[in-house]
């Protein structure tokens, strides 16, 4: 049975510098107690949808959210899986979403807490995953031009 990992805390951060914004997130592994911090560039969220073509906030959320357990159950899979790049968008879209299938299948699951509250209103203003939810806006033709974009620069440069 996967293990089940919930978001527990989002916080806004910053770089060091305080020029790169980010996400700093906390995962938490229901099964053992154990946690683990990911620090997220607010930029990675677009990029990821980019890079991998994808079209919802939802689905960049669950890509990167079980990329991050992923080296955790599986650590050459960065060795193993191909990059996006040298693929079309919807085979690198396939791709990444049978990855996530597989974590979830045969690794972990990975949510947000949910909220102990007595309504359904209560539970939604308290949703973890919400100053995230509410600061990505994916436009999917925006996204297909910019990986369009990528991928004749690539080109143009022999990669």
């Given at each position: 049975m996967?293990?089940?990992?919930?978001?527990?805390?989002?916080?806004d951060?910053?770089?060091?510098s305080?020029?790169?914004e980010?996400?700093?997130m906390t995962?938490?592994?229901?099964?053992?107690?154990?946690?683990?911090?990911?620090?997220?560039p607010?930029?990675?969220?677009e990029?990821?949808?980019v890079a991998?073509?994808?079209t919802?906030?939802?689905?960049?959320?669950?890509?990167i959210?079980?990329?991050?357990?992923?080296?955790i159950?599986?650590?050459?899979?960065?060795e193993?899986?191909p990059?996006?790049?040298?693929?079309t968008?919807?085979?690198?879209r396939?791709?990444?979403l049978?990855?996530?299938e597989?974590?979830k299948?045969d690794h972990?699951?990975v949510a947000?807490?949910?909220?102990?509250a007595?309504?359904?209103?209560a539970r939604?203003?308290a949703?973890?995953l919400?100053?995230?939810?509410s600061?990505t806006?994916?436009?999917?033709v925006?996204a297909a031009?910019?990986?369009?974009?990528?991928?004749?620069?690539?080109?143009?440069?022999?990669a």
């Amino acid at each position: 049975m996967p293990d089940q990992w919930q978001v527990t805390d989002v916080r806004d951060s910053a770089d060091r510098s305080g020029r790169i914004e980010a996400w700093q997130m906390t995962l938490t592994n229901q099964t053992d107690g154990v946690s683990m911090t990911v620090w997220l560039p607010k930029m990675a969220i677009e990029n990821t949808a980019v890079a991998y073509g994808l079209t919802s906030a939802e689905e960049v959320l669950d890509v990167i959210l079980h990329q991050s357990v992923l080296p955790i159950y599986e650590p050459d899979v960065g060795e193993r899986e191909p990059g996006p790049w040298g693929v079309t968008g919807e085979e690198a879209r396939a791709a990444v979403l049978e990855q996530v299938e597989r974590c979830k299948r045969d690794h972990a699951v990975v949510a947000a807490a949910v909220p102990k509250a007595r309504t359904a209103a209560a539970r939604a203003a308290a949703d973890v995953l919400a100053p995230l939810r509410s600061h990505t806006q994916i436009d999917p033709v925006k996204a297909a031009t910019a990986r369009l974009q990528y991928q004749r620069a690539a080109m143009r440069a022999g990669a």
